[in-house]
T-cell receptor
Framework: DTGVSQDPRHKITKRGQNVTFRCDPI?????LYWYRQTLGQGPEFLTY????????KSRLLSDRFSAERPKGSFSTLEIQRTEQGDSAMYLC?????????????FGPGTRLTVT | RKEVEQDPGPFNVPEGATVAFNCTYS??????FFWYRQDCRKEPKLLMS???SGNEDGRFTAQLNRASQYISLLIRDSKLSDSATYLC??????????FGTGTSLTVIP
Protein backbone atom coordinates (compact mmCIF):
# COMPACT_ATOMS: atom_id res chain seq x y z
CA ASP A 1 0.00 0.00 0.00
CA THR A 2 1.59 3.26 -1.10
CA GLY A 3 -0.92 5.56 0.60
CA VAL A 4 -0.65 7.49 3.85
CA SER A 5 -0.65 5.23 6.89
CA GLN A 6 -1.30 6.04 10.53
CA ASP A 7 -0.71 4.09 13.69
CA PRO A 8 -2.49 3.24 15.90
CA ARG A 9 -5.95 3.33 14.36
CA HIS A 10 -7.61 3.54 17.74
CA LYS A 11 -6.36 4.68 21.11
CA ILE A 12 -8.19 4.72 24.42
CA THR A 13 -6.40 6.45 27.25
CA LYS A 14 -7.14 7.83 30.66
CA ARG A 15 -7.16 11.53 31.32
CA GLY A 16 -3.72 12.79 32.21
CA GLN A 17 -1.81 10.19 30.21
CA ASN A 18 0.47 11.00 27.28
CA VAL A 19 -0.18 9.57 23.84
CA THR A 20 1.85 9.51 20.64
CA PHE A 21 0.59 8.91 17.11
CA ARG A 22 2.60 8.13 14.01
CA CYS A 23 2.04 9.06 10.40
CA ASP A 24 3.88 7.69 7.37
CA PRO A 25 3.21 9.86 4.32
CA ILE A 26 3.32 8.89 0.67
CA UNK A 27 7.03 8.37 0.12
CA UNK A 28 7.78 11.15 -2.36
CA UNK A 29 5.60 13.74 -0.62
CA UNK A 30 7.53 16.53 1.07
CA UNK A 31 4.62 18.17 2.88
CA LEU A 32 2.85 16.64 5.85
CA TYR A 33 -0.15 17.97 7.75
CA TRP A 34 -1.90 17.07 10.97
CA TYR A 35 -5.61 17.72 11.50
CA ARG A 36 -8.15 17.05 14.21
CA GLN A 37 -11.75 16.21 13.40
CA THR A 38 -14.70 15.97 15.76
CA LEU A 39 -18.18 14.70 14.97
CA GLY A 40 -20.11 16.92 12.62
CA GLN A 41 -17.14 19.15 11.86
CA GLY A 42 -14.63 19.33 9.07
CA PRO A 43 -10.96 18.63 9.73
CA GLU A 44 -9.28 21.39 11.70
CA PHE A 45 -5.68 22.28 10.83
CA LEU A 46 -3.13 21.64 13.59
CA THR A 47 0.32 21.86 12.05
CA TYR A 48 2.30 21.47 8.84
CA UNK A 49 5.80 20.33 7.85
CA UNK A 50 7.76 20.85 4.71
CA UNK A 51 10.43 18.17 4.80
CA UNK A 52 11.65 18.21 8.43
CA UNK A 53 10.78 21.84 9.13
CA UNK A 54 7.61 22.64 11.03
CA UNK A 55 6.41 25.76 9.21
CA UNK A 56 2.96 26.41 10.61
CA LYS A 57 1.15 25.73 13.86
CA SER A 58 -2.45 26.53 14.55
CA ARG A 59 -3.19 29.00 17.33
CA LEU A 60 -5.53 26.31 18.59
CA LEU A 61 -2.62 23.97 19.27
CA SER A 62 -1.93 24.13 22.98
CA ASP A 63 1.47 23.58 24.58
CA ARG A 64 0.40 20.03 25.37
CA PHE A 65 0.64 19.17 21.68
CA SER A 66 3.95 18.66 19.91
CA ALA A 67 4.78 17.27 16.50
CA GLU A 68 8.02 16.19 14.91
CA ARG A 69 9.22 15.02 11.55
CA PRO A 70 12.89 14.34 12.29
CA LYS A 71 14.09 13.02 8.95
CA GLY A 72 11.51 14.52 6.69
CA SER A 73 9.72 11.21 6.32
CA PHE A 74 7.37 9.93 9.06
CA SER A 75 5.93 12.25 11.67
CA THR A 76 4.76 11.89 15.26
CA LEU A 77 2.13 13.85 17.14
CA GLU A 78 2.30 13.74 20.92
CA ILE A 79 -0.37 14.91 23.31
CA GLN A 80 0.72 15.32 26.91
CA ARG A 81 -1.62 15.22 29.91
CA THR A 82 -4.62 14.32 27.78
CA GLU A 83 -7.99 15.86 28.53
CA GLN A 84 -11.44 14.62 27.61
CA GLY A 85 -11.72 17.44 25.09
CA ASP A 86 -8.84 15.90 23.17
CA SER A 87 -11.09 13.03 22.11
CA ALA A 88 -11.28 13.25 18.33
CA MET A 89 -10.05 11.73 15.09
CA TYR A 90 -6.49 12.79 14.34
CA LEU A 91 -5.83 12.83 10.62
CA CYS A 92 -2.56 13.05 8.80
CA UNK A 93 -2.27 14.16 5.18
CA UNK A 94 0.61 14.53 2.76
CA UNK A 95 1.15 16.40 -0.46
CA UNK A 96 3.79 17.12 -3.03
CA UNK A 97 4.42 20.82 -3.46
CA UNK A 98 4.49 21.15 -7.22
CA UNK A 99 3.80 24.43 -8.92
CA UNK A 100 0.44 25.54 -7.58
CA UNK A 101 -0.94 22.11 -6.88
CA UNK A 102 -1.50 21.35 -3.20
CA UNK A 103 -3.69 18.28 -3.37
CA UNK A 104 -3.59 16.43 -0.08
CA UNK A 105 -4.02 12.73 0.53
CA PHE A 106 -5.25 11.60 3.92
CA GLY A 107 -4.44 8.62 6.06
CA PRO A 108 -7.17 6.59 7.79
CA GLY A 109 -6.77 8.54 11.01
CA THR A 110 -6.21 7.69 14.66
CA ARG A 111 -9.35 7.80 16.76
CA LEU A 112 -8.51 8.96 20.29
CA THR A 113 -10.87 8.44 23.21
CA VAL A 114 -9.91 10.00 26.53
CA THR A 115 -11.82 8.56 29.48
CA ARG B 1 -16.17 34.83 10.67
CA LYS B 2 -15.31 31.32 9.57
CA GLU B 3 -12.81 30.90 6.77
CA VAL B 4 -15.13 28.54 4.91
CA GLU B 5 -18.89 28.17 5.24
CA GLN B 6 -21.05 25.40 3.87
CA ASP B 7 -24.70 24.51 4.21
CA PRO B 8 -24.56 21.31 6.31
CA GLY B 9 -27.74 19.96 4.73
CA PRO B 10 -28.77 17.21 4.83
CA PHE B 11 -29.64 16.94 1.18
CA ASN B 12 -31.88 13.96 0.41
CA VAL B 13 -32.34 13.43 -3.31
CA PRO B 14 -33.73 10.62 -5.46
CA GLU B 15 -31.48 8.58 -7.71
CA GLY B 16 -30.90 10.32 -11.00
CA ALA B 17 -31.42 13.81 -9.60
CA THR B 18 -29.05 16.72 -10.02
CA VAL B 19 -27.82 18.33 -6.84
CA ALA B 20 -25.63 21.38 -6.23
CA PHE B 21 -23.61 22.45 -3.22
CA ASN B 22 -22.17 25.88 -2.59
CA CYS B 23 -19.41 27.00 -0.32
CA THR B 24 -18.26 30.53 0.50
CA TYR B 25 -14.83 31.61 1.68
CA SER B 26 -13.73 34.75 3.47
CA UNK B 27 -10.11 35.27 2.37
CA UNK B 28 -9.94 36.92 -1.02
CA UNK B 29 -6.27 35.91 -1.27
CA UNK B 30 -7.19 32.21 -1.35
CA UNK B 31 -5.50 30.43 -4.22
CA UNK B 32 -6.35 26.75 -4.10
CA PHE B 33 -9.77 25.18 -3.90
CA PHE B 34 -10.89 21.60 -3.60
CA TRP B 35 -13.84 19.34 -2.98
CA TYR B 36 -13.30 16.28 -0.83
CA ARG B 37 -15.68 13.45 -0.15
CA GLN B 38 -15.88 11.79 3.25
CA ASP B 39 -17.76 8.59 3.97
CA CYS B 40 -18.97 7.86 7.49
CA ARG B 41 -16.03 7.20 9.85
CA LYS B 42 -13.54 7.28 6.98
CA GLU B 43 -10.87 9.75 5.97
CA PRO B 44 -11.57 12.53 3.44
CA LYS B 45 -10.74 11.62 -0.15
CA LEU B 46 -9.95 14.15 -2.84
CA LEU B 47 -12.84 14.43 -5.27
CA MET B 48 -11.54 17.23 -7.44
CA SER B 49 -9.56 20.42 -7.50
CA UNK B 50 -11.42 23.54 -8.57
CA UNK B 51 -9.89 25.70 -11.28
CA UNK B 52 -10.74 29.25 -12.22
CA SER B 53 -12.13 28.16 -15.57
CA GLY B 54 -14.30 25.50 -13.97
CA ASN B 55 -13.73 21.82 -14.47
CA GLU B 56 -15.68 18.66 -15.03
CA ASP B 57 -15.01 15.05 -14.16
CA GLY B 58 -17.72 12.74 -15.40
CA ARG B 59 -20.91 13.55 -13.53
CA PHE B 60 -19.18 16.12 -11.32
CA THR B 61 -18.67 19.78 -12.21
CA ALA B 62 -16.85 22.28 -10.02
CA GLN B 63 -16.87 26.02 -10.46
CA LEU B 64 -15.11 28.94 -8.83
CA ASN B 65 -16.44 32.47 -8.59
CA ARG B 66 -13.65 34.67 -7.27
CA ALA B 67 -15.67 37.87 -7.39
CA SER B 68 -18.32 36.45 -5.07
CA GLN B 69 -15.88 34.18 -3.23
CA TYR B 70 -17.72 30.93 -3.62
CA ILE B 71 -17.17 27.54 -5.12
CA SER B 72 -19.78 25.06 -6.21
CA LEU B 73 -20.10 21.38 -6.90
CA LEU B 74 -22.74 19.98 -9.21
CA ILE B 75 -23.52 16.27 -9.27
CA ARG B 76 -25.60 15.04 -12.18
CA ASP B 77 -27.48 11.74 -12.39
CA SER B 78 -26.97 10.99 -8.68
CA LYS B 79 -26.11 7.43 -7.74
CA LEU B 80 -26.68 5.67 -4.42
CA SER B 81 -22.89 5.52 -4.08
CA ASP B 82 -22.71 9.32 -4.08
CA SER B 83 -24.16 9.35 -0.56
CA ALA B 84 -21.46 10.93 1.61
CA THR B 85 -20.39 14.21 3.16
CA TYR B 86 -18.83 16.69 0.75
CA LEU B 87 -16.19 18.99 2.17
CA CYS B 88 -15.19 22.28 0.64
CA UNK B 89 -11.50 23.17 1.15
CA UNK B 90 -9.70 26.46 0.64
CA UNK B 91 -6.02 27.34 0.93
CA UNK B 92 -4.12 30.57 0.51
CA UNK B 93 -0.48 29.52 0.23
CA UNK B 94 -0.67 25.77 0.57
CA UNK B 95 0.53 26.06 4.14
CA UNK B 96 -2.88 26.02 5.79
CA UNK B 97 -6.02 24.42 4.52
CA UNK B 98 -9.45 25.41 5.75
CA PHE B 99 -12.24 22.88 5.62
CA GLY B 100 -15.92 23.57 5.72
CA THR B 101 -18.12 21.58 8.07
CA GLY B 102 -19.29 19.47 5.15
CA THR B 103 -22.60 18.97 3.37
CA SER B 104 -24.36 15.67 3.89
CA LEU B 105 -25.88 14.01 0.83
CA THR B 106 -28.15 10.98 0.85
CA VAL B 107 -29.29 9.57 -2.47
CA ILE B 108 -32.53 7.68 -2.09
CA PRO B 109 -33.52 4.72 -4.27
Amino acid sequence: DTGVSQDPRHKITKRGQNVTFRCDPISEHNRLYWYRQTLGQGPEFLTYFQNEAQLEKSRLLSDRFSAERPKGSFSTLEIQRTEQGDSAMYLCASSLAFRTSHEQYFGPGTRLTVT
Amino acid sequence: RKEVEQDPGPFNVPEGATVAFNCTYSNSASQSFFWYRQDCRKEPKLLMSVYSSGNEDGRFTAQLNRASQYISLLIRDSKLSDSATYLCVVSNTGNQFYFGTGTSLTVIP
